[in-house]
């Protein structure tokens, strides 16, 4: 099984950025694949989900309006599109899916910063 996040990078405030997570060895269009992000010295939380099929999303009230979460099942990808990036969206952003069991991805750092 694996999760392989990209997309992260240094972003001044107000720039866009767009991660992506791929699976392999798992039932990808079968899972709930979600985003979190944690923080130096905070907890990991949870930042946006997408059902199996894509039909239906949730946020976090920090991110709604700014974020979008999507997946193509296809190629095994889920996405989360930031725009209008803020400094406390700086964290390590994991990608996770759930089917049976739970499955994390290594992460991948976000930096806004001027």
């Known amino acids: 099984v694996q999760l392989v996040e990209s997309g992260g990078g240094l972003v001044q405030p107000g720039g866009s950025l767009r991660l992506s997570c791929v699976g392999s060895?798992?039932?990808?269009?079968?899972?709930?694949m979600k985003w979190y992000r944690q923080a130096p010295g905070k907890e990991r939380v949870l930042v946006a989900a997408?059902?199996?099929?894509?039909?239906?999303?949730s946020y976090a009230d920090s991110v709604k309006g700014r974020f979008t979460i999507s997946r193509d099942n296809g190629k095994n990808t889920v996405y989360l599109q930031m725009n209008s990036l803020k400094s406390e969206d700086t964290a390590v952003y994991y990608c996770n899916a759930v089917y049976l069991y739970s499955y994390w991805g290594q992460g991948t750092q976000v930096t806004v910063s001027s």
């Open positions: 997408i059902s199996s099929g894509g039909s239906s999303t």
């Open positions: 060895g798992f039932t990808f269009s079968r899972s709930h």
